[in-house]
């Protein structure tokens, strides 16, 4: 069997989710993550059996700081089949330009543009544009929560128009710095960049975003509003929602009545760093009256688009069709696999 | 002058407000306010010289902890000409039947259903139907904050469909016990009862509400999307808005990001109780695409209700028009006049 060599280019939020999942993988290996400076993340990646690869003038620090370093950034690239960038929003270019240098193969995250890489990449809309691909996008948390309920019901319904309101969470969980605190914060500038971001996978999509900010850290929620081209029944809505692929779909009644509940569904299920990968839909938050159809949905901004970044190391190295990489990463993962 | 004598039964959030805002009138008085025990809000009530009223049962509970009372909830309703009613919400059938015995009129607020008053009120939308009604209901301050903006855009406009996301304060500054702390809690059952709220006052709108709970105090926000019976340009739809009363554009180049700065401007504008009368817009956040028309909008929960509570006496009591009581109600409170 092929096992690809994949480099993690930043080893913060997604980067150390995303080592995690491709360490899970049977056809694809961790051979090295990255950091700028010695931290308590670096010395993650080594207690977890990551080698650390470090920009050239940033091997006196982690020398000082006695933390051992395998080579430079570009030691990392020459060796890799693959680098996932995971390094903060729009540092991409300066990477990329390493990257085609080297000659590797590169996946950028959410915060860099669509026009970087060229080709935007979600498992379930369109896992095959990035076949063998040298670079692609993984869209961002949000999209990807978009893009999980939004593309099926198009699929099967055909969607006239999606007006969408997402509530952002403040801050991560592990940041003292953001904010708000106790504030709504609107994104005034219309639409906001989610809609656009969904037509980067969508173009045909008629799609308005608005955005609000809010005092909380530890997962984002959408209300969904499609106008569909066809009269539909809830049940009907709920059958192509619960039958997507990384979709859960949970009723209140159960007890899951906020983003709390679901984070500690999550610590329950034993998954690796208390995650939620799947989008979660309320089932009894499903409406349609006519050819409207309302839904609430929710997002763990730190890991949804996880088995993405892996499914997309699949595509472009052509390790194995669509369907095959979902079961194979939601195995993985410990995310149910429907098909 | 007719001195209108006003009973503010319930000094709590609401009430206490609606009292201080009918003494700042000169054509009514505030006579008496309830208390059902003894707390820091009744000494708020005596220190601003109201008369407390309360239960005929609790007067030993008043008289144990020294506090002077002046009569009977039932002595309040036969001194007074009509009652505010801000009890908490659900209780005022009860309170109705005092009040019918007594033949005085009364004001409940949103907390109740539309139902039990049989007309509700709005001063922008329809100051004329509660004129000389025994009784009359002021809608939430939810729906309040709808129809301040949605009513004068369906008068010049036409309102097609409106689609609003609410995202609700999870409790009021005052309030220890509420939640959410850090959460985003869905309102799964659709719609939220704010859109038939809206419908108690405009029965003909085609409007579907959802909402959020967040993990903050101080201000609710509404995302709202409009279809228009007409295209509309993004500066004709903020003239609209600009000039709708009790509505206060701002924009976030001014500093105003959050519902943060808002009340940070209720404060600096010297404001019972630092209170945002207003319905406030962000100009830089009203965006219009053809017939579709979409904005952002902040709530006071707290205040935003009491200059309608001081108009619908005036309607009720017929003290005078619905412009004339907009003015005088405004100019008591430092609310910007707008003809």
């Known amino acids: 069997m092929t096992v690809v060599k994949v480099g993690i280019n930043g080893f913060g939020t997604i980067g150390k989710r995303v080592a995690t999942a491709v360490d899970a993988q049977e056809d694809m290996e961790v051979i090295g993550v990255t950091k700028t400076r010695p931290s308590f993340e670096s010395e993650i990646a080594r207690a977890k059996g990551f080698d650390l690869y470090v920009p050239g003038d940033r091997i006196p620090l982690f020398d000082e700081a006695e933390v051992p370093v395998k080579g430079t950034v570009e030691d990392l690239c020459e060796k890799a089949d693959i680098i996932v960038d995971c390094t903060p929003g ?21 915060g860099e543009d669509h ?19 040298q670079f692609s996008r ?11 309920t939004v593309f099926p019901l198009d699929r099967q319904f055909g969607v006239e128009k999606a007006y969408v309101t997402l509530v952002r969470r403040g801050a991560d969980p592990g940041d003292s710095k953001g904010g708000p605190i106790n504030a709504l914060e609107p994104s005034v500038k219309l639409p906001t960049h989610h809609g656009p971001d969904v037509q980067s996978i969508m173009p045909w999509l008629n799609i308005n975003t608005m ?5 909380t850290t530890i997962m984002h929620m959408h209300t969904v509003t499609l106008e569909l081209k066809n009269e539909v029944t809830t049940e009907e809505a709920i059958e192509v929602i619960r039958n997507s692929p990384r979709v859960r779909v949970v009723n209140s009644s159960s007890g899951i009545k906020s983003t709390a509940e679901i984070m500690e569904l999550a610590s329950d299920l ?3 760093r208390s995650d939620m990968y799947e989008i979660v839909v309320w089932e ?33 190295c052509k390790l194995c069709e669509a369907d095959e990489s979902t079961r194979l990463t939601n195995i993985a993962l410990g995310i149910p696999y429907k098909r």
Request: aromatic share 10%; hydrophobic share 35%.
């Open 90 to 110: 729009n540092v991409g270019q300066m990477y990329k330009d390493m990257y085609s240098k080297a000659g590797v193969k590169a996946i950028f995250q959410g």
């Open 270 to 272: 034993g998954r690796d």
């Open 138 to 148: 993984v869209v961002s948390c949000n999209t990807t929560g978009l893009l999980r």
């Open 211 to 215: 955005a609000i900010k809010a005092s």
């Open 115 to 133: 026009s970087l890489a060229g080709t935007s990449f979600n498992s379930t809309a369109n896992y095959q544009e990035s076949w063998g691909a």
């Open 284 to 316: 009894d938050g499903i409406k349609s009256t006519g050819n409207m159809l309302y839904y609430y949905q929710a997002v763990h901004q730190e890991s949804d688009v996880v088995p993405e970044n892996v499914d997309c190391i699949r595509s472009m």
